[in-house]
């Protein structure tokens, strides 16, 4: 199973909402490798597919290749990096050391990341804001790289009575509600009877 750690910075109500759908999001990849990027603050849908301004503005990658560009986050901003992977479909993950950071420290002038896939077939990243709980708004921002159907997406979120969906760039509130559906059945499953 896949935890992530709340900080003090992070309202339980955002991540209450936004870990179920990191583990439906991982399931319905059925992810051999998942990376989980805690961002320093809220951030925009102009991350989503975003490789940098020096760069050609084509499109994302191709699937098959074997790197994939990453969105330019400033390494300044990147609160913590964490790799899980698992050997196949039935197996357990866990929480492994990277061999390098997904937004190593660099230059602005070099900022643009990538990731090669290490011989793992399906990939999920996922970035999420913390400083939701002054903040008051969190953003989750998923790339699944599995071969077949890649997809990648973009939501943010506002803390009211349930912390509500706000905004979704390539994913609309009804799937976002059935990863979210999926994650918290999946977790009560491996949390077992109480």
């Not at 990538?114 to 011989?119: A, K, Q």
């Not at 912390?163 to 059935?178: C, R």
């Not at 059945?185 to 109480?194: N, Y």
């Amino acid at each position: 199973m896949i935890v992530l750690k709340a900080s003090a910075e992070d309202d339980p109500g955002f991540m209450s909402r936004m870990v179920p759908i990191v583990i439906g999001s991982v399931a319905a990849a059925a992810a051999e490798q998942v990376w989980i990027v805690r961002v320093d603050s809220w951030f925009d849908s102009k991350w989503l597919r975003f490789k940098g301004m020096h760069w050609p503005s084509a499109h994302w990658d191709p699937p098959d290749q074997e790197w994939v560009s990453l969105p330019p986050f400033m390494p300044t901003r990147i609160q913590e990096e964490e790799l899980f992977q698992r050997r196949g479909v039935s197996e357990p993950y866990q929480s492994t050391k990277p061999q390098c950071a997904l937004h190593p420290s660099r230059g602005s002038d070099r900022s643009r990341s990538s990731l090669r896939r290490e011989g793992a077939r399906s990939v999920v990243l996922a970035w999420f804001s913390s400083a939701t709980a002054t903040t008051g708004q969190g953003s989750l921002m998923v790339y699944d790289l599995t071969p077949e159907h890649p997809v990648r997406w973009y939501a943010s979120f506002r803390r009211d009575a349930d912390w509500s969906y706000l905004k979704g760039v390539e994913i609309s509130s009804t799937e976002l509600a059935y990863l979210e559906r999926h994650g918290r059945e999946l977790a009560t499953k491996c949390q077992g009877p109480p």
